[in-house]
């Protein structure tokens, strides 16, 4: 499971953070200053995170239950606590036989093997019994021993998640796998809320899934979208603000859930190649790009890569920008973003510009 944030700057200029929330708000209807008559804002609770949708539309109101109505409907696909779900009865069979599931649990574990592969299984979507034995699942935590670790890892490996498209069934080739989209739903339901929306005309909407960002075109006025990076030293502070129009951004980092003992800090982040929290010297990676399923996995992924790495894995495939942000103090992003990154002065962080 991965717990993902990043502020996002709105069309006041505030600053909006992941809060909590346990019931829908009533949609308001929003202004930019009093200007904006067509705007609608309203929060939800789902997949166990805050989510809050802003919509600017003559019909936002509705937009924004149709926009409800769809994540939970994929959340009652992909929950790995309700028992109906489908990848709870993935889970359930594991060793035993094959499920058949719906088209999008399809598509988004097929999605999830891809990016296991491209990122030699940095990004794991069957890491979960690692992460349930760390207790992150439960908010139990606890530090397993090195054999506990050394009979799980054999249960995590993606190529053991045999997906078959011709009869959309899945199936768990050892008993105890188990599979957590955790990592990747909220960027796969981003892009389905987009495609939604789109569809019903909207040209202006901003979505915000638990701290994924999604931006759909740009600001009323034609500006693009504004979001803040956090900084990983302080929740209520930010390194620099990326500007995006038509994309999404998602950060990930260590310092989002983690639990200390006999001080020292271990973090939810897994390194599948070893079990444990990883040490990759990065402290935060967002990743910048249209595909918020893709954004989702690989700022997982590059986090736990490391600097070198991770600058290396987007020199060798692009489709993407990022900015990492290492132990050291170093904000690092990439070209694409020189024109659309505003640093803050003053925040104690060197920053420099990845080269190509």
Not at 33 to 44: C, I, L, M, N
Not at 219 to 235: F, M, T, Y
């Amino acid at each position: 499971m991965n717990w993902k944030k990043i502020i996002a700057i709105g069309l006041t200029g505030c600053f909006l953070f992941s809060g909590c929330a346990e019931q829908r708000q009533n949609a308001q209807k929003m202004g930019e200053e009093g200007t904006q008559e067509d705007s609608y804002e309203s929060t939800t609770f789902a997949m166990d995170t805050v989510m809050t949708f802003h919509i600017v539309a003559p019909d936002g109101e509705d937009l924004l239950i149709d926009a409800e109505q769809e994540v939970k409907r994929l959340e009652k696909l992909f929950s790995v606590t309700d028992e109906d779900s489908d990848i709870e009865q993935i889970n359930d069979n594991a060793g035993d036989k094959a499920v058949t599931v719906s088209a999008d649990t399809l598509a988004l574990l097929k999605a999830g093997k891809q990016l296991g592969k491209a990122t030699n299984n940095a990004f794991d979507m069957a890491i979960y019994p690692i992460v349930k034995a760390w207790g992150f699942t439960e908010n139990e935590y606890t530090i397993p021993t090195q054999e506990t670790l050394d009979t799980l890892l054999p249960l995590t490996r993606v190529s053991d998640v045999t997906i078959d498209e011709d009869a959309s069934t899945v199936y768990l080739e050892k008993e105890g796998m188990a599979v957590d989209l955790g990592g990747i739903a909220k960027g796969y339901a981003s892009d389905k809320l987009a495609e939604l929306l789109k569809k019903k005309g909207v040209k202006s909407a901003w979505l915000s899934l638990g701290g994924n960002v999604c931006a759909i075109g740009t600001k009323p006025d034609g500006s693009p979208w504004r979001i803040a990076v956090q900084n990983p030293a302080d929740e209520n502070d930010y390194v620099g603000v990326v500007e995006i129009s038509d994309a999404c951004a998602v950060t990930s980092g260590g310092y989002q859930r983690y639990f200390e003992e006999n001080g020292k800090k271990y973090h939810h982040i897994i390194d599948p190649a070893t079990g444990k929290p990883a040490e990759s010297g990065l402290t935060s990676v967002t990743i910048i790009c249209k595909d918020g399923t893709k954004a989702d996995a690989l700022s997982t992924a590059l986090y736990v890569m490391g600097l070198a790495a991770a600058e290396d894995f987007w020199r060798q495939t692009g489709g993407f920008d990022m900015v990492l942000i290492s132990k050291d103090g170093r904000v690092l992003y990439t070209p694409g973003l020189a024109d659309r990154l505003t640093e803050v002065e003053g925040s104690g962080y060197a920053y420099a510009c990845i080269e190509a």
